[in-house]
């Protein structure tokens, strides 16, 4: 199974589709504001994950210089028409090479949960190597146990999910070198019956070598 070629598909398929079945005001839009109010104006925030842009990149892109990232064709057509003030990369979230200590924070929903889970712990550890001393991450991750998932009618496609439970997650984001700041288990407005662990964490600042 091609977990990622699944998820890649079926975003490129249902791009429009899952755009309009986003909520705008709902509890996971609003963490993001606890975020936003933790930066300066002008930082540099990576949009790990970021679909069409709405309406994560675009809140985002009101304060900072945002770099939003995809691999789904679709979705980043329809981000740069979205968030026109947004830089986009289509590329692998698990396979990112941006510069080192380049952002004031990371910014992730529903992204990494559509990778297989095995490869989580380099995603976070990527994603504190690419974070300035004292940058944040807004991360979603998964609530519960779930190794392999296929959905045959997401929106109209297939679709795929892998993530550990809360308490895994939390502690693995603290081995890569993460403070948590907060957690929180929110209920998927788009996806009934669904929910979902968002952490906000920081990298330290005073790392020892």
């Known amino acids: 199974m091609d977990a990622k070629a699944i998820v890649q598909a079926g975003y490129n398929a249902i791009a429009a589709e899952y755009l309009a079945a986003r909520t705008k005001d709902s509890q996971d839009v ?7 109010a933790r930066l300066p104006r002008g930082a540099r925030v990576l949009d790990a994950g970021c679909g069409a842009g709405m309406p994560v990149t675009k809140i985002l892109c009101e304060k900072f210089l ?10 980043i057509e329809l981000a740069r028409r979205n968030a ?12 990112l090479e941006l510069p080192a ?49 296929i ?5 109209g496609a297939r679709m795929y999910w892998s993530h550990f439970d809360a308490e895994t997650n939390i502690r693995m984001m ?25 952490v906000l964490a920081i990298k330290p600042q005073n790392i020892v070598a």
């Open 30 to 36: 609003r963490l993001l504001q606890d975020l936003v």
């Open 101 to 149: 200590e380049s952002f004031d924070a990371i910014c992730s929903y529903y992204a990494i949960i559509h990778v297989p889970r095995a490869e989580h712990r380099a995603i976070l550890l990527n994603f504190w190597r690419m974070l300035k001393a004292g940058g944040l991450a807004l991360l979603c991750l998964g609530a519960g146990d779930l190794n392999d998932d």
């Open 174 to 198: 603290m081995e890569c070198g993460f403070e948590i700041i907060w957690s929180k288990r929110v209920a998927d407005e788009s996806f009934s019956g669904a929910a979902h662990l968002f």
């Open 84 to 95: 026109p003030r947004a830089e986009f990369v289509c590329a692998d979230l698990t396979a």
């Open 66 to 75: 945002v770099i939003g990232v995809d691999f789904s064709t679709a979705q």
């Open 151 to 155: 959905e045959e009618d997401y929106f």
